[in-house]
């Protein structure tokens, strides 16, 4: 019975950033699953799907990990089948996050009524970040909730986050803006995640990072930063740095605060 | 029943922290209370019972506010009765923490069986931080949870936060050791307070604030701190300038992170 409790509740606390910027979008994740501490494996939270020229669409994952893999799975075999509306056919993006929030809810709804049979009170819930463009629209980037429904990033709101999004977001706050350049969010999503990671061990290196330019429709590449990777360690030890040395040019506290 | 509703319920999101140094205390606390966009209230969430030159406990509290309240009365009812153990006679801090403990977990059930007969369903409990000294010990902080049990602070563990305590944790990870000293603590936990209220509209100034110098037993005046504080002002935006200085001194990232 334990092995199937682990299986079934496998929780990601993961933490997954998503951003949109006039010049285009960064996305990340960490790739650690947990199911208590004896139990911690590595899987992917970013998946890409595209047709090259015509649209290219990216989604990230946070919650009961065997909800999200059937979600994830339930997209790929339509694919597979062409048959009836998918994601490579789909002709927004809106209605793809519609369809994912239909999967999703029904997937988790589903494992629900199962447990409540065997008396099994779990999360089997998922939350998905949907990120993208279609050949004729603008990028788009949406937060699908639990329950199936979902937003939209405009640009007051560049960023969502999913999972374990609290330790990283002050930094986000300040430093992301719809005219952020690319570079500059790659650097506050670094920071973000040392932040979270430093906070919360059950979210973990390595971070995959993708960043999609605006109306490029090509396949990022990507990367996989695992903790010694040079870049990160240099933001890593900069940033600690920098902390501490701003931390210490404050003035003094007046005496009243010590009274 | 809408005014009843929210009196019952009437939940913090509060955020508290302590830290114990070497050289003392220090306690910090927000003041608003929060029971939905409409109905913002300050209150106090701090309490300070003391003996002078033989013991000075200081209470914070975050959670149901009328569990909070109930608890701070109960105590403060017991020392104006006189008999029995009450703040201002029990031997040690850890049975002070105990005491307020079986309060708070008490208090949070009645309610909770109340609240089943008339079907609501709310959060009931509250969770405290207790610090002080008493004659003849160390100075002590601890935490106690809703269902009554604590924890304490230890040199590896110098500080508890309670309420909304994720936005704010960051930065005093990086900052705060048992060997900081008292203006270094200041400094960090108005940061730490900041980066909370700009992420959490319910967390809000002013913030009350206290220092307590070890073995000194006198009752610190403290001081509250609100929004247009001078110092406070020239710590945040001297904050905010740095955060975005580091960030701008990083190195570009390498061509491999946008691929």
Same mark, same amino acid.
């Given at each position: 019975m334990r092995g199937f409790s682990l299986r079934s509740k496998n929780y990601d606390m993961t933490y997954c950033v998503g951003i949109r910027l006039k010049d285009g979008m960064v996305l990340a994740s960490d790739t650690r699953t947990n199911a208590g501490v004896d139990h911690i494996s590595t899987f992917k939270k970013m998946y890409r799907f595209g047709v090259a020229g015509e649209r290219m669409i990216f989604i990230m994952t946070a919650g009961n990990l065997a909800t999200s893999q059937a979600v994830i799975n339930r997209l790929r075999r339509d694919i597979r089948q #062409?048959?009836? $509306?998918?994601l490579l056919n789909v002709p927004t993006l809106s209605e793809a996050a519609e369809l994912i929030g239909r999967y999703s809810a029904q997937t988790a709804q589903q494992t629900r009524q199962t447990a409540a049979m065997i008396q099994d009170n779990g999360s089997f819930g998922s939350t998905f970040l949907l990120a993208g463009q279609i050949k004729g629209y603008g990028m788009r980037l949406y937060m699908i909730y639990q329950e199936g429904n979902n937003i939209y990033a405009t640009c007051d709101t560049p960023f969502f986050q999913i999972g374990e999004s609290k330790y990283g977001k002050p930094i986000l706050d300040r430093a992301i803006n719809h005219n952020s350049n690319l570079d500059d969010a790659i650097r506050a999503v670094l920071v973000s995640f040392d932040s979270t990671i430093r906070s919360n061990l059950s979210v973990g290196f390595p971070i995959d990072l993708l960043v999609y330019r605006n109306n490029s429709f090509t396949m990022p590449q990507g990367i996989r930063i695992t903790e010694d990777n040079p870049y990160l360690h240099s933001i890593r030890s900069q940033w600690s740095q920098g902390l501490l040395d701003i931390l210490r040019r404050? #003035? $003094? +506290? +007046?005496p009243e605060y010590l009274a």
């Amino acid at each position: 019975m334990r092995g199937f409790s682990l299986r079934s509740k496998n929780y990601d606390m993961t933490y997954c950033v998503g951003i949109r910027l006039k010049d285009g979008m960064v996305l990340a994740s960490d790739t650690r699953t947990n199911a208590g501490v004896d139990h911690i494996s590595t899987f992917k939270k970013m998946y890409r799907f595209g047709v090259a020229g015509e649209r290219m669409i990216f989604i990230m994952t946070a919650g009961n990990l065997a909800t999200s893999q059937a979600v994830i799975n339930r997209l790929r075999r339509d694919i597979r089948q #062409d048959s009836g $509306t998918h994601l490579l056919n789909v002709p927004t993006l809106s209605e793809a996050a519609e369809l994912i929030g239909r999967y999703s809810a029904q997937t988790a709804q589903q494992t629900r009524q199962t447990a409540a049979m065997i008396q099994d009170n779990g999360s089997f819930g998922s939350t998905f970040l949907l990120a993208g463009q279609i050949k004729g629209y603008g990028m788009r980037l949406y937060m699908i909730y639990q329950e199936g429904n979902n937003i939209y990033a405009t640009c007051d709101t560049p960023f969502f986050q999913i999972g374990e999004s609290k330790y990283g977001k002050p930094i986000l706050d300040r430093a992301i803006n719809h005219n952020s350049n690319l570079d500059d969010a790659i650097r506050a999503v670094l920071v973000s995640f040392d932040s979270t990671i430093r906070s919360n061990l059950s979210v973990g290196f390595p971070i995959d990072l993708l960043v999609y330019r605006n109306n490029s429709f090509t396949m990022p590449q990507g990367i996989r930063i695992t903790e010694d990777n040079p870049y990160l360690h240099s933001i890593r030890s900069q940033w600690s740095q920098g902390l501490l040395d701003i931390l210490r040019r404050f #003035d $003094t +506290p +007046p005496p009243e605060y010590l009274a």
